[in-house]
């Protein structure tokens, strides 16, 4: 970048079933320093999709207006999240001729924009052309065909395609908070960049984002998304779960899920006792911890048995090698891990947000995978912009506003650490 470019900020904007979340990033030549972190309670969606506008603008105003009172700055344009059982995955492929020369960067633009030449029903639209190999004339499995010659280029392409209506109503919501939408990104798409090393996605990784009201999935193949997935059930569920076994509010179902909650009926001892609320009146009660796992354990095994399913029906189980890696705020429970070790038959780790700097530790949890990737998406759509070869959709210089430092809002340092203080406690 140049001196002009420097440092610039980019906030990502994840709206999710049960909550909200903007993270305000710096980009600059050393990485992505997170300046500000909001999150707002939402009850405006349903299984990821926007089922009351007014509600969800409510929401998405709070937490934005949280996370630029830590970061000091004047938001203005942010890049959404977007997920719902809505989103179609399909393989495409394209062909462009290059004349016995060296492939150049226009020739992969155009190779990429052929292979989303298909018919596409006219309630839906492309989200994301998501190159996973490249083919100069009889060579395959090119990652990066530029410099090579050749007289045709081919791309194998992942399509990705959503509902056109939940689309613009996620962007409606955030236009009513004043905020422009500089793109909108399939959430488990973001949630790979903030939480996957290349290696994984070498030799085969699972993503496995389990939010309020979907568990999203996908899966990495040498080095290149292989399959999208969306399965309309999520921490919701269980807590509704707990909320019929128990006889409790759903409110209250949510803070025991939260602070007592376990997958593994195993690893709670049979003496463990926990408090329940009662509904309409009723006086609380005792009741033991071990009921509680009894009634999370079958949906969160549910939960991985579909998964397991959709991966095999792909083909794809023996080539994922790295294992699956967990996000979203449901997997916060104990024993989710190992559960999921055990049904999808592979290791499984919890995956954080990395290789940030500045408040880091404010979004260092799985929850904040998908607000951090929107920024790390981000920061590579400006890459892009600036001519930077990275083989994405192609983000045209007039859709990305970009708000340098210098001329940001700013905030007195004292008046910022009071603001944040005063929102976190």
């Known amino acids: 970048m140049t001196s002009e470019e420097s440092s610039e900020i980019v906030v990502g904007l994840d709206i999710g079933t049960t909550k909200v979340t903007a993270v305000v990033g710096e980009v600059d030549s050393k990485g992505i320093t997170i300046l500000g972190v909001g999150t707002a309670a939402c009850r405006g969606l349903r299984k990821g999709v926007v089922s009351n506008i007014e509600w969800t603008t409510r929401s998405i105003a709070e937490a934005v207006e949280s996370a630029q009172t830590m970061a000091g700055v004047e938001i203005r344009t942010v890049y ?6 809505h989103i179609r995955c399909q393989i495409s492929d394209g062909v462009a001729a290059i004349g016995s020369r060296e492939v150049g960067s226009d020739d992969v633009q155009r190779v990429l924009e052929g292979a989303r030449a298909i018919p596409i029903d006219a309630d839906r639209q ?4 998501l ?9 395959d499995g090119i990652r990066d065909p530029i410099g090579m010659n050749g007289v045709r280029l081919g791309a194998r392409v992942n399509l990705i395609t959503a509902a056109t209506s939940p689309v613009q109503n996620v962007v409606r919501c955030a236009e009513r908070c004043g905020l422009t939408v500089a793109d909108v990104v399939l959430e488990p798409l ?4 903030a939480v996957l090393s290349d290696d994984e996605k ?3 990784v699972a993503v496995i984002d389990i939010g309020g009201g979907t568990t999203d999935m996908l899966l990495y193949i040498d080095g290149g998304i292989a399959h999208v997935g969306v399965i309309p059930v999520g921490g919701n569920n269980v807590t509704a779960d707990i909320a019929a076994g128990l006889r409790t509010p759903m409110l209250e179902a949510e803070r025991i899920k939260r602070s007592d909650g376990c997958a593994l009926g195993r690893k709670v001892a049979d003496d463990e006792e926990i408090e329940v609320p009662g509904v309409g009146g009723h006086a609380a009660r005792k009741a033991s911890r071990r009921l509680l796992s009894d009634i999370i354990e079958p949906r969160i095994e549910e939960i991985f048995a579909v998964i397991r399913s959709r991966i095999e029906d792909t083909g794809m189980l023996e080539q994922l090698s790295a294992g699956a890696v967990l996000t979203g705020g449901a997997v916060l429970m104990d024993g989710m891990t190992e559960l999921a070790e055990e049904i999808l038959g592979m290791p499984v780790r919890m ?7 500045g408040f880091a530790k404010l979004c260092s949890g799985p929850q904040y995978a998908t607000g951090v990737g929107l920024v790390q998406y981000a920061a590579s ?12 959709i192609h983000v045209p210089e007039a859709a990305i506003e970009v708000v340098p ?3 940001m809002k700013p905030r007195s340092q004292g008046a910022r650490l009071v603001s944040w203080l005063k929102d976190a406690f």
């Open 80 to 85: 959404a999240g977007v997920s719902g059982s």
């Open 126 to 129: 492309i989200l994301h052309v």
């Open 131 to 139: 190159p996973h190999e490249f083919i100069v004339d009889n060579q």
């Open 190 to 193: 973001a949630s790979a960049e």
């Open 202 to 204: 070498e030799i085969g």
């Open 351 to 357: 995956g954080v947000p990395v290789g940030l700097h």
């Open 381 to 392: 759509a400006l890459a892009d912009a600036r001519g930077m070869r990275r083989h994405r």
């Open 405 to 407: 430092v210098s001329e």
